[in-house]
């Protein structure tokens, strides 16, 4: 018998073996992306110098298959390089044991993105929801007799209970919507507010930010929000809103007139300036991308 192909009951404690790498499926609706990114070629190089130092934490699912509990990125980056088998813990967990578990273990990354966080928070959410004060994953969860599971994650994660109220409502956001949050495309504040508009809305928000090109605000998008709850909101409120100069905007490059006036001859109105200025920057970028 193959080191891999031994059984669950001759491992004990922590034991690692060395596992066929196909054997090895993702977690069931894993909410941490894997990317090729930096921090990915940086792993990469790690293990091409040193191998991998922390072996997978897996479980047992269907017959002759694993699920990841911690590893994605690891299996991910030895798969790149051409590795055939990977050294792996076995862990015989129940779902939420292994969910807490993932979470808990994921959540430890030096960056996560609003989605991922979002979407790992409400994973351990409704696992806490349904087992507040009771062993998870051999850890009892002490003290949370009489407080609320957000207060609970706070705890444990070192946020308010109010962020993570939002983190939480951030799950409701379509998609594209929550895809535009990571890229800092839509405010994390924007965002939640958003998160109360129903799916229709936010598909008439989301069709209005490309058409308008423009991002909102939070004082835009509460009255946003606001609207949906009095029934109110349209395709072309959103338009018209999303349209608005927004303060940051007009503020955002400014000079004193006196400033400008040596460039100019005497008798040049702030509007003539104004022009003169656009003229000379047009002129400006031709030549630039002519070059």
Not at 42 to 56: A, D, H, T, V
Not at 276 to 286: P, S, V
């Amino acid at each position: 018998m193959s080191k891999d192909e031994m059984s669950i009951e001759s491992l004990e404690g922590d034991q690692v073996i060395e596992m066929d790498i196909n054997r090895l499926r993702d977690f069931k609706n894993h909410p941490f992306k894997v990317t090729a990114d930096i921090s990915m070629v940086e792993l990469k190089e790690s293990i091409q110098k040193f191998g991998i130092l922390n072996p997978l934490i897996v479980r047992p699912v269907i017959e002759g298959y694993y699920e990841i509990i911690s590893g994605h990125r690891r299996r991910y980056a030895a798969k790149q390089l051409g590795y055939t088998k990977v050294p792996v813990i076995i862990k015989v967990m129940r779902t939420d044991e292994a969910i807490v578990a993932m979470v808990d273990s994921n959540l430890q990354r030096e960056f996560i993105t609003p989605s991922e966080k979002a979407r790992a928070y409400k994973m351990k959410y409704d696992v806490l929801r349904k087992k507040k004060n009771v062993n998870c994953c051999g850890r009892v969860v002490h003290k949370t007799k009489g407080k609320r599971t957000v207060e609970i994650l706070a705890e444990q994660y070192g946020e308010s209970a109010k962020q993570i109220q939002r983190y939480l409502k951030l799950n409701d956001l379509v998609p594209d919507l929550l895809a535009k949050v990571d890229d800092d495309e839509l405010s994390f504040s924007a965002a939640i507010e958003i998160a109360f508009l129903k799916e229709e809305e936010q598909q008439w928000f989301l069709e209005a930010m490309t058409f308008v090109q423009a991002t909102p605000s939070l004082s835009q998008a509460q009255r946003i929000k606001r609207l949906s709850q009095e029934k109110k909101l349209t395709k072309d409120e959103i338009k018209d809103i999303l349209s608005e100069i927004k303060r940051e905007d007009v503020s955002r490059v400014t000079f004193k007139t006196e400033q400008l006036r040596r460039f100019f001859p005497k008798g040049y109105s702030i509007e003539m300036m104004k022009r003169e200025i656009i003229d000379i920057l047009k002129i400006w970028m031709e030549k630039y991308w002519d070059e």
